[in-house]
Each structure stands twice: as structure tokens, then as C-alpha cells.
């Protein structure tokens, strides 16, 4: 067995039940909200960039307590917003080391089988030349892999912020969690993206939203493989092909691409946003 295939199945026996650190016994979130001097707790508000912070400061003791038991030292990054959020080190061989970046999202209530989706990192300048150190902590070559640890979960609260108002410290179970029903999966970031930019205009990579396709690591590029998402995402936007009446557009679809570097387009697995896989 590789190294980046023991790393990730260390990694995903490490969630395997993660869910019960961080909930109360009917599914809700133990973190409640801020409490100050006085001992009063504040409702947290449920935007996603909060929610994915304070998840993140709840699991650290227990990534440090999974990096010990398995020999990795954990590095993380010396500026905000570089890439990944977590570097695992082997003691043993500090050149063996993985990117574990932590993503959260939540289920869309309208259709519970989707999430609302996440970006999986810059498709920019330290993705297209693989020994840059622009916005990462280390080359991104130097990485064994690059695996994502994603929490998907329930929003409990739909409003910004809990409107009840304040609750003294001994009366915990009196508020409402924000969010709750965790469910954590783990896989490398090329199984589970989409050919779609995730923020807009920014240089980010897009996420498959169907759940059971991410979890299962089900994403576009899952049958073509790893190089063809390296490919089509260091060159996103960039290669202009003729069109109708003289007009040139750039390819920004998966199957366009494909056919341009003459490869099987029956291979992209189909992004499923509209309906639950069936069983047979």
C-alpha cells in the first residue's frame, strides 16, 4: 500500500465517529455561542465562514491527538488564506507530507440529498507551477497528497443570529444549536471537484454538491483520473477554439476539453443535481 493510501485510510477511521465529539445525544452542536465575563452565552451566527472557523478551533486537539498516533508532525500555514489548512509532516521523513484542507457546508433544505458545495483551492499560480511557494506553505508538488476533511450538516437556525436573546451559562441545553446532524467524509480533492469555478470570478476550484456522490468520491474527474483534472483545471479559460462565423470562445467545460485533447468523454461522470442516486 502507497503512503497516500495508509494516510488516507488513517484519516478517514479518524472520522469514523467524529460526529459524537462534537454533538449532543439528538445530533445538535455542543458549542452553544460566546460566553463573556458575566457568563452569559451569545448565539453564534450561522454563516458558513463562522461555522467552518469554530469547527475547525473544536477538532484541532483532536487532528493534533491523530497526528501524534500515527507519526505526523502538523504545520500550519505562516499567512492567512494559504493553502492547505493543515500540512502532515512524517517525523520519520519530513518529505513525505500531505495537504488536508477542513470544508464545511450545509444541506440545502429543499433538497437534503444536495449541499450547498465548497471550493477545493486555487486553480492559480502555485496549482499551474507546481514549485511555486505563492499562497501555499509548501510546493504543491512536495505533497503526496491533497485530500479534503469535510463536515456537511443541518442548519437548525435559518435567521443570522438566534433572536431569543442571552442565557446564563447553566442553561446550556436551553439554546438552540445553529447547526447540527454532522456528517464528516474524507477524499482527495480531484475526486470530488466539479469543472466549475466554486467563487465567482476568483481562480477557485468548484465542488460537486450531490452528498452521496461526495461521499462516495463520485466527482467529474473521479474515471478520468487524477492527471485530466490537473490538465483541464491548470489550463481553465485559457485554450481559445474556433467557433461559428469566425468567433473563437474558450473552454470552460470538462467536455469540450476532452474532446479537445482527444480523449473519452464517456468518462466524465455526470454532476447529479437534481435527483437522489436509486439502489438497485
Known amino acids: 500500500m502507497s503512503e497516500k493510501a495508509i494516510f488516507e485510510t488513517q484519516l478517514k477511521q479518524f472520522v469514523n465517529g467524529l460526529d459524537k465529539h462534537i454533538s449532543t445525544p439528538d445530533g445538535q452542536w455542543t458549542v452553544k455561542g460566546f460566553i463573556d465575563v458575566l457568563k452569559n452565552v451569545y448565539s453564534i451566527s ?36 494559504y493553502y492547505p489548512d493543515i500540512s502532515f509532516l512524517s517525523v520519520q521523513d519530513e518529505s513525505v507530507r500531505f495537504a488536508v484542507d477542513f470544508k464545511t457546508t450545509y444541506r440545502k433544505s429543499e433538497s437534503p440529498h444536495l449541499c450547498n458545495g465548497f471550493t477545493l483551492g486555487s486553480h492559480g499560480k502555485y496549482f499551474e507551477d507546481r514549485t511555486s511557494v505563492k499562497n501555499i506553505q509548501y510546493p504543491y508538488s512536495s505533497y503526496a497528497g491533497h485530500f479534503c476533511l469535510g463536515i456537511i ?16 451559562i447553566d442553561q446550556p441545553q436551553a439554546i438552540t444549536s445553529v447547526i447540527g446532524s454532522f456528517q464528516f467524509f474524507v477524499a482527495e480533492k ?39 483534472f490537473d490538465d483541464y483545471w491548470m ?15 474558450r473552454i470552460t467545460k470538462l467536455a469540450d476539453f476532452v474532446r479537445y485533447r482527444n480523449g473519452d468523454p464517456s468518462l466524465i461522470v455526470p454532476k447529479r443535481n437534481r435527483s437522489a442516486r436509486t439502489t438497485a
Not at 450538516?153 to 442565557?167: E, F, M
Not at 471537484?193 to 452521496?212: F, H, L
Not at 489550463?235 to 470562445?249: L, P
Open 46 to 81: 450561522s454563516d458558513t465562514k463562522i461555522v467552518s472557523k469554530i469547527l475547525e478551533i473544536h477538532l484541532f486537539p483532536r487532528i493534533i491527538e491523530f497526528a501524534d498516533k500515527h507519526g505526523y508532525r502538523v504545520v500550519l500555514p505562516e499567512h492567512q488564506n
Open 190 to 228: 480531484w475526486k470530488i471537484a466539479s469543472d466549475k469555478r466554486g467563487s465567482g470570478n476568483t481562480a477557485n476550484i468548484g465542488s460537486i454538491n450531490n452528498i452521496q456522490d461526495i461521499i462516495n468520491g463520485d466527482g467529474m474527474f473521479s474515471r478520468l483520473g487524477e492527471s485530466w
Open 235 to 249: 489550463n481553465y479559460g485559457k485554450i481559445a477554439v474556433a467557433g461559428e462565423r469566425g468567433k473563437t470562445s
Open 153 to 168: 450538516y443541518d442548519r437548525l437556525i435559518d435567521s443570522a443570529v438566534d433572536k431569543t436573546g442571552t442565557h446564563h
